[in-house]
């Protein structure tokens, strides 16, 4: 049973920084793709960024490119994301998750696995 849990959540300004880790066990982490995804009040959760296995090629969804980067590194089971520049619609709670099979990296569904979410506040 593949678990994830994340961290590094938290309040920051606008124009601030933090950086969430999500830690996978309970299988082979490198032979998952990564994904990020967030979820503000009051609206559907959302693509935010992914990370391919073996040639670790990233995906962002428009809103976060240059201000965020998502990064693993295989041999602590860890997926993180970077996030910059920070604005207050980036208030949500940030959730990791992980698939095996191919298909697109975009929809929520095709994620197998998800973790409890880690909250993140941008203050303006």
């Known amino acids: 049973q593949v678990q994830l849990v994340e961290s590094g959540g938290g309040l920051v300004q606008a124009g601030g920084s933090l950086r969430l880790s999500c830690v996978l066990s309970?299988?082979?982490?490198?032979?998952?793709?990564m994904g990020w995804f967030r979820q503000a009040p009051g609206k559907e959760r959302e693509f935010v960024a992914s990370i391919r296995r073996n040639d670790a090629i990233t995906y962002y969804t428009d809103s976060v490119k240059g201000r965020f980067t998502i990064s693993r590194d295989n041999a602590k089971n860890t997926v993180y994301l970077q996030m910059n520049s920070l604005k207050p619609e980036d208030t949500a709670t940030y959730y990791c998750?992980?698939?095996?099979?191919?298909?697109?990296?975009?929809?929520?569904?095709?994620?197998?696995?998800w973790g409890q979410g880690t909250q993140v506040t941008v203050s303006s």
């Open positions: 309970g299988g082979i982490f490198s032979t998952y793709i």
């Open positions: 998750a992980a698939k095996r099979l191919l298909g697109s990296v975009y929809t929520e569904s095709s994620y197998d696995s």
